[in-house]
């Protein structure tokens, strides 16, 4: 019964080539996001997503596409992936509830780019 | 630009000492959480505080907010091998808008 799902959990390819991670939520949250965690464990955030349309794009670089079909799926694509995209990739979904909104996230997708 | 910074980056204390993590920054929040993460998972919120100088206690754990609303401390009263993980501060700038802390790995030696 996981509430944030993502898939795969690790992953390791070599650079130039292209990757999805999907996520999913049973939670019935209407916002997801897509957060990326450096090997100095500094979290940031990449996308932000609210009933299937973009609200936050945080300056992150158009080889990562994400696509929402609908709000309980939030994928993320990399194009021609760069050794510096190696991190953890988490996905997390809230619902907005006025200030401090719990945002609960997957267990995260490691990838690393050889 | 880091908008907030967390110290101590690292801390390993032993069993039944009690420490203070800090959450600083020059910004204003709406409000500020407080996460926990473990090896291979996700982060998992603690607490959340909104109001300046608002003080919640979640067992050995004390959370306070500061009066002007951009930092906030974390204080562990007899830490304990189980407290053992990553502490995140995370700060509201907007609607669905975080900012996590620079972290603080904290190691509790039995």
């Known amino acids: 019964d996981t509430a944030v799902s993502q898939t795969p959990k690790y992953l390791v390819t070599q650079m130039g080539n292209d990757k999805s991670i999907k996520c999913e939520q049973n939670l019935g949250h209407d916002t997801m996001y897509w957060y990326k965690q450096d090997s100095k464990k500094f979290l940031k955030i990449m996308f932000s997503y609210n009933n299937k349309e973009l609200i936050i794009n945080e300056t992150v670089p158009n080889r990562f596409s994400p696509k929402s079909p609908d709000k309980a799926h939030l994928n993320l694509h990399i194009n021609s992936l760069e050794l510096g995209d190696s991190a953890v990739y988490f996905c997390?979904?809230?619902?907005?509830?006025?200030?401090?909104?719990?945002?609960?996230f997957g267990e995260g997708s490691w990838l690393t780019v050889v | 630009t880091q908008l907030l910074e967390q110290s101590p980056q690292f801390l390993s204390i032993q069993e039944g000492e009690n420490l203070t993590v800090y959450c600083n920054s020059s910004s204003v929040f709406s409000s500020l959480q407080w996460y926990r993460q473990e090896p291979g998972e996700g982060p998992v919120l603690l607490v959340t505080?909104?109001?300046?100088?608002e003080v919640k206690k979640l067992k050995r754990l004390t959370f306070q907010f500061g009066d002007a609303r951009k930092d906030s401390s974390l204080h562990i009263t007899a830490a304990q091998p189980g407290d053992t993980g990553l502490y995140l501060c995370?700060?509201?700038?907007?609607?669905?808008?975080?900012?996590f802390g620079t972290g603080t790995r904290l190691k509790v030696l039995a």
């Open positions: 997390a979904s809230s619902q907005l509830q006025g200030a401090g909104n719990t945002i609960y």
């Open positions: 505080v909104v109001t300046g100088g």
């Open positions: 995370a700060g509201e700038r907007g609607t669905y808008k975080y900012i």
